[in-house]
């Protein structure tokens, strides 16, 4: 397996913090379900809110692993 290349290195750290960024901001209130007007109305719906920031920023943080990880062997090519 080859070294990711700088770019790349620099894109997986960004994304992987962006990821990081975006829990914080969850856990401090500032994105998600009660940032808006008024608060959830259930602990459910708070749930349910949460889920496609959490989404993301897994999905930021996957795709930051993949682009660090570098290329991946694909079996026995050469």
Request: overall charge negative.
């Given at each position: 397996m080859s070294p990711p290349s700088s770019s790349r290195r620099v894109a997986g750290v960004l994304c992987i913090?962006?990821?990081?960024?975006?829990v914080v901001?969850?856990?401090?209130?500032?994105?998600?379900?009660?940032?808006g007007d008024a608060p959830?109305?259930?602990?459910?719906?708070?749930?349910?809110?949460?889920?496609?920031?959490?989404?993301?920023?897994l999905g930021a943080f996957v795709v930051g692993l993949v682009l660090l990880r570098g290329r991946t062997s694909g079996g026995n090519r050469k």
């Open positions: 913090l962006l990821g990081f960024a975006l901001l969850l856990g401090l209130g500032v994105l998600g379900p009660g940032a959830p109305e259930s602990l459910t719906a708070a749930f349910v809110g949460l889920v496609p920031f959490l989404l993301i920023a």
